[in-house]
């Protein structure tokens, strides 16, 4: 027991003599000490104190050519503690004010980046996935050449098929629903061909398509007799809009399976 007070007693002083090293330097007007430690703190990965120090000495050194660094690592400091909507603040303000400086290229990349690491997950609002697309796409326009151009594009990638997510979960609901309260199969179907339409490289393609044919079968099924042919008709079609675009889907049985039902009732 005494030895564990022991080392509380040693741990609270060598925090206590940390805690107050700092705040003696915070109150220095020693500015390149203060730079130096806000480099050392940074590399260590105590982000919050370097950002800090930093925003402590950034008026000292304006006008100076450390200045545009200090701007930069100010951002990046934030970026990497987390704190993601001042740390593209950050960037834009370098931007704004270096706008030829030497880091502007990763500037405007890690302003996409901010609002990545802030996109949800696809069942939640996604404000912030579409504001990173922005975000990279100003960069490509900006930057074709630049060295981030190949993260950037699988950033963009990776962004859009989350908003296809949430599109085919939308639709998915829709069929779920099925006519519970109104025609849902309807709705599943034209959420589905609209994001197609948008996004007709996605990687859920497949999946989209056979929500489709899934709906315009199921709405066949239960629809009334004077529509009940054409929707089968329409089913027909759209299994061979289907086949012709996966010819060795995983859903093969399933699709065989709604034709061969709805040319038997079309016959």
Request: charged share 30%; net charge neutral; proline share 3%.
């Amino acid at each position: 027991m005494k030895k564990h007070l022991v080392y509380i007693i040693i741990f609270i002083g060598i925090l206590t003599s940390s805690c107050s090293g700092y705040d003696k330097l915070l109150k220095s007007n020693d500015t390149e000490l203060k730079y130096k430690e806000a480099m050392n703190y940074y590399e260590k990965g105590k982000y919050m104190k370097a950002y800090s120090l930093l925003e402590n000495v950034a008026t000292h050194y304006k006008g100076t050519s450390k200045s545009e660094h200090v701007l930069f690592m100010i951002a990046e400091s934030y970026r990497k503690n987390e704190d993601y909507i001042t740390a593209y603040n950050y960037y834009q303000t370098y931007i704004k004010t270096f706008p030829n400086g030497p880091s502007v290229d990763d500037c405007y990349f890690y302003c996409g980046i901010c609002y990545y690491e802030l996109s949800p997950d696809p069942r939640l609002d996604q404000t912030d996935t579409k504001k990173a697309i922005e975000e990279f796409e100003l960069y490509l326009d900006l930057f074709p050449n630049g060295k981030h151009v190949l993260e950037v594009n699988e950033k963009i990638a990776e962004l859009t098929d989350k908003l296809v997510k949430k599109e085919y979960l939308s639709s998915k609901l829709y069929y779920n629903l099925g006519n519970y309260l109104g025609n849902n199969y309807l709705s599943a179907i034209v959420t589905a061909e609209s994001v197609l339409m948008k996004y007709p490289n996605t990687t859920y393609k497949e999946d989209l398509m056979i929500l489709i044919l899934r709906s315009k079968y199921e709405q066949a099924k239960h629809s009334v007799e004077e529509k009940r042919k054409q929707r089968f008709i329409e089913t027909i079609d759209e299994y061979y809009h289907f086949r012709s675009e996966f010819p060795n889907s995983k859903y093969t049985k399933e699709v065989e399976k709604i034709f061969n039902h709805a040319t038997q009732v079309v016959k």
